[in-house]
């Protein structure tokens, strides 16, 4: 039965969350498009199935707008795959997600891997126009519902499975070889900046806030930029110059460059909440003001907008000793439970 399983992936974030219960099935299908066909995803007996290789005469690419919606012959190269599928499950990072999971005559599944139920951006505008073509949709913790503009009557909170992912390869990635070949010391300090897309002006704000912080405070430090798997890293590379080493998921891991910092600094990634779960020191750096997520208000985590308010923090920062899952009420074990609801469906 789970062979009927369709998933529909854009997205890194929402690629992290489901891959861990996409392993967990037999041989469902996994149609990939945009970013997370670009990415090295382990997924287990699926069949995979990639935007570009389907003949489709207006590809979605990594670049490609969330708006953008697949052409009416596009959709019927596709019509029979969606045909043949019991459950799709899609993440709601663009319109062609809900293009096809309107098409569908399956039951359907939308997966919601952002905590932030709600802020401003095009990822939140058209997340929140999909709700509605689902017959059930998955959040990570209850917070992420609370903050929704419209009621979701068929929500379910399943956790998020990239967390515990996330706190597992960490741990056991070998630090000394990932100095070793990024040619840095055993014994230097590493503060990490994961960059957000640069296309998207909000987070060109906060990579530039980080450049003006390590061009004041974190000289003499080795700093490390991990690119955005959208971004080909040319502004990145202009803003930083010669204060930063700018790498990407070809240079390392950005879970290998975690492992090797005392300090990881973000924009509005949902890799902060990764770290946040691995139990690494994290300082979020946002100069959009009124912003806060769960982390934030919980005390797990500061967020700045200036560099003086960068250098009080970075002077006292420390793990938190906070028990993650519990101070932020987010479920264990979500890869099986996202399974369950798969499942769940095809009975």
């Not at 489709?56 to 959709?75: F, G, N, Q, V, Y």
């Not at 929704?148 to 990635?173: D, F």
């Not at 430090?221 to 990145?236: A, Y």
């Amino acid at each position: 039965m789970e062979a009927t399983v369709l998933f529909v992936l854009v997205d890194a974030g929402e690629s992290d969350m489901l891959c861990p219960a996409i392993r967990l099935l037999d041989s469902p299908k996994v149609l990939c498009f945009g970013t997370a066909e670009t990415l090295p995803l382990s997924l287990g007996s699926a069949q995979v199935l990639k935007g570009q290789e389907l003949g489709l005469s207006k590809p979605i690419t990594k670049t490609t707008p969330r708006t953008e919606e697949l052409d009416l012959a596009d959709l019927a190269v596709l019509e029979s795959l969606l045909c043949s599928v019991k459950v799709i499950v899609t993440g709601v990072a663009a319109k062609v997600q809900q293009q096809l999971l309107e098409r569908c005559t399956g039951r359907k599944i939308m997966v919601w891997d952002n905590f932030k139920g709600n802020d401003t951006g095009e990822y939140w505008r058209n997340a929140h126009s999909m709700l509605p073509s689902a017959d059930i949709v998955l959040f990570p913790a209850q917070s992420t519902i609370n903050e929704l503009p419209i009621s979701v009557p068929h929500s379910r909170v399943v956790g998020q499975p990239a967390l515990e992912e996330w706190s597992l390869k960490i741990h056991s990635i070998d630090q000394v070889s990932v100095r070793s070949r990024l040619d840095i010391g055993e014994s230097d300090r590493v503060v990490l900046y994961i960059a957000g897309w640069s296309g998207d002006s909000e987070c060109a704000e906060g990579t530039r806030l980080f450049s003006a912080i390590v061009a004041e405070l974190l000289l003499g430090t080795q700093v490390l930029v991990q690119l955005h798997p959208r971004s080909d890293g040319q502004f990145e590379r202009q803003l930083f110059g010669s204060l930063a080493r700018v790498t990407s998921n070809k240079d390392c891991t950005t879970e290998e460059a975690t492992s090797i910092s005392c300090l990881v600094v973000c924009h509005k990634s949902t890799a902060g909440l990764k770290i946040g779960a691995a139990g690494k020191p994290l300082i979020f750096a946002i100069p959009q003001p009124d912003y806060t997520n769960p982390m934030i208000e919980a005390g797990l985590a500061p967020m700045v907008k200036t560099v003086a308010e960068f250098r009080a923090a970075y002077e006292g920062i420390t793990s938190s000793s906070k028990d993650f899952y519990q101070t932020l009420n987010i479920p264990r074990e979500a890869a099986q439970r996202i399974k369950e609801e798969i499942l769940g469906l095809l009975d």
